[in-house]
């Protein structure tokens, strides 16, 4: 048995800690656990959607349908929290849709544009 002084926030307290031998400690038995769902196929021609991370506002949309894109291209600007965001291409590639405006208004999860 060790004891220890230990001083929490102004507090001092007393502990005692009993040494244990590595034969006596017992692993607990481990929990089966349910295997990670797989992410569904994605559909040919189907593109990586881009989400708003927060909501917002759209302050400006840098890219049109059929606009090619590299990847790190500021795609729109989103405001929240009165700071503003730029919403980047995670790839190189093409968009295929923008479904923001300026000044729409964005809840976290929405689709701002897809790039295939």
């Known amino acids: ?8 926030n102004g507090t ?3 502990v005692s800690i009993e040494e ?8 607990a038995p481990a929990k089966p656990t349910a295997p990670a769902p797989k992410a569904a196929p ?3 021609g189907a593109g990586e959607k881009i989400t708003a991370p927060m909501p917002g506002n759209i302050l400006a ?8 894109v590299k990847s790190g291209d500021v795609l729109m600007i989103l405001e929240a929290m009165k700071m503003e965001n730029e919403i980047m291409a995670p790839k190189a590639g ?9 000044g729409s208004t964005v ?10």
């Not at 244990?20 to 692993?27: D, T, Y």
């Open 61 to 68: 949309v840098n890219v049109a349908a059929g606009q090619t």
């Open 94 to 102: 093409k968009v295929t849709s923008v479904t923001v405006s300026k």
């Open 42 to 44: 994605a559909a040919a």
């Open 1 to 8: 048995m060790r004891n220890y002084r230990v001083n929490v």
């Open 12 to 14: 001092e307290y007393e």
């Open 20 to 27: 244990i031998a590595a034969s006596e400690v017992k692993a």
């Open 107 to 116: 809840a976290t999860g929405d689709v701002l544009c897809t790039v295939e």
